[in-house]
């Protein structure tokens, strides 16, 4: 198959009456491939007609190969989209978090949660530990890999959120934010405990909590336990509340270590460059 063939596959041919316009006989391939968002097609059309013309491939062959590359850039793309539309604050991969400095943690577990399989059953995730012992770093290794498994998620600090929610309360306008939320499969909100609240925003954050139970997956991380939790929501009942719909569902992330933070700054003080395997989450020891 020449390359000449191949583009007369795809150019428009008028072989009759010289009244038609001669502008109909001359397509340009590549911006009609391009108008067509057929960008791998314009991309490799050419090179991949040179290569079935060698390998005397069929005209099917070359016309699947070029469509596979169309498949790819368009596959790749979504979920380009998908990581940007998840906010994520910084680039963290998950094999670089060292599960083994974690007492108690597995890697099986964390390569379950991964996949994301969880939140067809609107599964929930809440990560524990004080400042600098991974939780953000996880987190958001954990929302990248359910972007590239194709899910839509979205990373919040619990200051932003509750910005948000009374931003849109004010505005009279709670509802459907909660609505533009549900379209998330799982909402990420980081650092819950940090967040100074009055009542009024403590209902808030619980009617969230409550309009996404058993419908669409959340993972907090915190940096004190449920027990305190009374602090952030303001009442027990509230409290109690908001904790039973949130581990009714839930796998529960303990990240009993010592801060990376700390363990650096007392390396540095006898001259010493933390091991490897001891790097953990430089972000979030910059976060607290």
């Known amino acids: 198959m020449s390359v000449s063939t191949s583009e007369s596959i795809l150019h428009c041919s008028l072989n009759d009456h010289a009244t038609k316009p001669a502008a109909l006989h001359v397509v340009d391939l590549s911006n009609l491939l391009g108008s067509l968002n057929l960008r791998a097609f314009a991309s490799n059309y050419q090179k991949c007609a040179e290569r079935c013309e060698v390998e005397d491939s069929s005209y099917s062959s070359y016309l699947e190969e070029l469509t596979l590359m169309e498949v790819e850039r368009r596959s790749n793309e979504r979920l380009q989209k998908l990581v940007v539309g998840a906010k994520l604050p910084r680039h963290k991969l998950l094999k670089d978090f060292n599960v ?66 009374k931003e849109a309360h004010k ?20 650092d819950i405990s940090y967040v100074p609240m009055q009542r009024e925003d403590a209902d808030l954050l619980f009617q969230l909590i409550s309009e996404r139970y058993e419908k669409r997956s959340m993972l907090i991380t915190s940096n004190v336990p449920f027990a305190k939790w009374s602090e952030i929501f303001k009442d027990e009942m509230t409290t109690a509340a908001a904790v039973d719909r949130l581990v009714h569902h839930a796998e529960i992330l303990e990240l009993n270590a010592k801060s990376y933070r700390a363990q650096k700054a007392s390396k540095k003080a006898k001259n010493e460059e933390p091991a490897e395997e001891e790097i953990c989450d430089e972000s979030e020891a910059k976060m607290g």
């Not at 505005?171 to 980081?190: G, M, P, S, T, V």
């Open 100 to 165: 083994n400095r974690i007492k108690g943690l597995s890697s099986a577990l964390i390569g379950r949660l991964a996949t994301g399989d969880f939140m067809e059953d609107a599964n929930n995730i809440i990560i524990f530990g004080t400042p600098g012992t991974g939780k953000t770093h996880l987190s958001i290794a954990l929302a990248r890999e359910w972007c590239l498994h194709g899910r839509r998620v979205l990373f919040l600090t619990a200051a932003k959120l509750l910005e948000e929610l």
């Open 171 to 190: 505005q009279n306008k709670f509802h459907a934010y909660l609505q533009r939320l549900d379209k998330f499969e799982c909402l990420l909100i980081d």
